[in-house]
């Protein structure tokens, strides 16, 4: 049986605050503070003298990135944000008709293919919600992309992705999603959810900080469309130590869309996280989030407080959104308890991770019993 106290001790953020903002930001644990810190060390005692292991370590980092997602490792590239890699996807998708979203999904899933100018439609929520009947009626001869968030970061909603694309097969669409608010939290798996480009950072809740991301895209598509990276360079070409300045060998796989000098010290810590991630199962720490998140509706109910959230299992997640009269004001009395929580979605967002107990949960309800107004 697994000792969540245990693995608590490696949070060092436990000691003093009970935080409950994973969807801001998680905390790192000490393997990941240590794997980066490891980097700047080797650079300090040797230059740039270990840089053949370091390009080996990314490549271990893509294999077992791609192990942890259901993917192959040619399917996997490293960027810096979510907004990079769906950057990258809106270039790519440009010229392939029209987009539908939907209003709820952060700004990074959206803003790249405004700013492409794409023929882009929002479906509206219901309840906070994205029904994919809604999205069925957006649906017309020029459609070619949906995009969409696994779990929404302002109500927690999570997305049917089997179901969607099924849809997409059905209708010959290109399925993009950002799954961000679940990737560390959540089972994910692409060929089984049917995913065609994946955006997505290590900032969350894969526990490894920020300036880390990730692309995925499906081999046959990395195969099949006609595209060359909207920006490119060295670490782009198939033989990255081949030093050709007068001829592109663009790679075939979806490190192609690298650029500059890579990014080690966040790519390592990328590593180190889904390692700690890994060695607890990830259906494990699903199983543990949801049950903290029960228990904390079942508080914030025994309140009479209004939950934003859905509360249908299938589309629960590690986030639960609830209403108050006086949002900030309620948040700052709780950051002078050292509760953290986020003000998203229209009330406070409450989004525990596997280190977090009953008792973080208890002096955030401790705070609001003496503090909302009802």
Not at 118 to 124: E, T
Not at 198 to 214: E, L, T
Not at 363 to 371: A, D, E, G, P, Q
Request: with cysteine; proline share 3%; glycine share 6%.
């Amino acid at each position: 049986m697994l000792n969540w106290e245990r693995l608590r001790e490696d949070f060092v953020i436990t000691k003093k605050y009970a935080y409950l903002a994973n969807a801001a930001a998680s905390p790192i644990p000490k393997p990941v503070r240590d794997k980066a810190v490891t980097f700047y060390n080797d650079m300090l005692n040797y230059g740039d003298i270990l840089w053949d292991r370091w390009l080996e370590e990314i490549e271990q980092t893509r294999i077992e990135y791609a192990k942890f997602i259901g993917a192959d490792s040619k399917e996997i590239g490293f960027t810096h944000s979510t907004t990079e890699g769906m950057n990258i996807i809106a270039h790519m998708l440009s010229n392939k008709g029209k987009v539908i979203s939907n209003e709820l999904e952060f700004p990074s899933s959206n803003l790249p293919w405004l700013n492409i100018g794409a023929d882009i439609c929002f479906v509206k929520a219901r309840n906070g919600k994205i029904l994919i009947k809604d999205i069925v009626n957006n649906i017309n001869g020029r459609t070619g992309t949906i995009i969409t968030s696994h779990v929404q970061y302002s109500t927690g909603f999570r997305q049917d992705l089997v179901e969607l694309s099924n849809l997409t097969k059905q209708k010959g669409l290109y399925l993009v999603v950002n799954p961000t608010q679940s990737i560390g939290a959540l089972y994910f798996d692409v060929k089984e959810f049917g995913i065609d480009f994946m955006a997505s950072d290590g900032h969350k809740w894969i526990i490894s900080s920020y300036g880390v991301g990730v692309i995925y895209i499906r081999k046959r598509l990395l195969d099949d469309l006609d595209f060359k990276p909207p920006f490119f360079g060295q670490l782009g070409q198939k033989h990255r130590n081949t030093f050709n300045n007068m001829k592109l060998d663009i790679s075939q796989s979806a490190s192609r869309f690298e650029l500059g000098s890579p990014h080690f010290p966040n790519i390592f810590a990328l590593n180190a996280g889904i390692k700690y991630i890994s060695k607890i199962g990830v259906m494990e720490i699903e199983k543990r989030i949801l049950y903290l998140t029960r228990y904390l509706i079942e508080k914030l109910q025994e309140l009479n407080l209004c939950i934003l959230s859905p509360l249908e299992e299938k589309h629960r997640s590690g986030i639960v959104v609830f209403k108050v009269d006086n949002t900030e004001e309620i948040i700052r009395k709780l950051e002078k308890e050292m509760i953290i929580v986020s003000a998203r979605g229209g009330g406070i967002r409450v989004s525990p991770h596997f280190y977090n107990n009953e008792e973080d949960i208890d002096r955030l309800i401790s705070v609001l019993k003496n503090s909302v107004r009802c």
